[in-house]
């Protein structure tokens, strides 16, 4: 069975930090660009920061970028989003997603995902 499974949600401070994990199972992440997409309350799901299949190339949504950091690591078949200096307004559902080609996840955004994981829910609040 082909699975993306997040995980690192959590109440958090504002200021605080926190790392979410993206574990492929079933498949070889390393043949796919992989794409962070959040959804807050109220709001259409958004890409927020891809990476490519070599970690060679990564974006970032306007703001995000001195804030979040995106990596991978193809040998443990992981991808993670370390996200720093966190707002109330980073409140939502973080998504990761599997996406055939880096361009999909910067240009076409979320109907380009072959495969979504679950989601884990990250609360920014003092």
């Known amino acids: 069975q082909l699975q993306l499974v997040e995980s690192g949600g959590d109440l958090v401070q504002p200021g605080g930090s926190l790392r979410l994990s993206c574990t492929a199972s079933g498949f070889t992440l390393d043949d796919w660009s992989v794409g962070w997409i959040r959804q807050a309350p109220g709001e259409e799901r958004t890409v927020i920061s891809c990476?490519?299949?070599?970690?060679?190339?990564?974006y970032y949504a306007g703001g995000l970028q001195g804030r979040f950091t995106v990596s991978r690591d193809n040998a443990k078949n992981v991808a993670y989003l370390q996200m720093n200096s966190l707002k109330p307004e980073d409140t939502a559902v973080y998504y990761c997603a599997a996406f055939l080609h880096y361009n999909a996840c910067t240009m076409r955004g979320v109907d380009e995902v072959e495969y979504w994981g679950q989601g884990t829910r990250v609360t920014v609040s003092s």
């Open positions: 990476i490519s299949n070599n970690a060679d190339r990564s």
